[in-house]
């Protein structure tokens, strides 16, 4: 038993020391190789979407333009002005995405709890100044209100705007 753990020991031990040497040995492994990949990938995405970056080494938000060749082979030059063509790179002639939206009115609901002795009458007084308007608040209570000429107290009505 306890040669068996002595082997076992150091064939663990040499494990962790051969892969200790074979990450140390490998550069694309390490932090700063992680790092670079990352900066890559990001500069990458940023052409995609039609930014580049300046000599500088920043990053703006005009699009590249590039010299392209012909079907030659050579660079095309604008013969008016003796000037290569630019064409942007990335996606500038997409169109805009931007959802615009109309900010809405929050509607507000006015409640109004029936207390003893109350009708829709009284009620409609009340909110509206028109004893007249009380088919308004039936017409939004209709879960409520079974029949109009009977409320009872303490029911809880949806007095509409």
Do not use: C
């Amino acid at each position: 038993m306890q040669k068996d753990f002595k082997i076992g020991l150091i064939v663990g031990v040499a494990f962790v020391v051969v892969a200790g040497l074979w990450l140390a040995t490998r550069p694309s492994l390490g932090p700063q190789a992680r790092m670079q990949r990352q900066q890559g990938q990001a500069e990458k995405e940023n052409l995609g979407a039609g930014l580049g970056t300046q000599p500088n080494g920043q990053f703006s938000s005009e699009p590249v333009l590039m010299e392209l060749p012909n079907a030659a082979g050579q660079s095309a030059t604008n013969t008016a002005t003796n000037q290569a063509p630019q064409y942007p790179v990335g996606r500038a002639e997409m169109p805009s995405l931007t959802v615009y939206e109309k900010p809405q009115k929050i509607k507000t609901q006015r409640f109004y709890i029936v207390r003893q002795g109350d009708s829709l009458s009284t009620i409609s007084q009340q909110f509206y100044g028109s004893p007249n308007s009380w088919r308004k608040i039936v017409d939004a209570n209709r879960q409520v209100i079974k029949d109009a000429n009977k409320i009872k107290p303490g029911t809880r009505l949806i007095i509409p705007d």
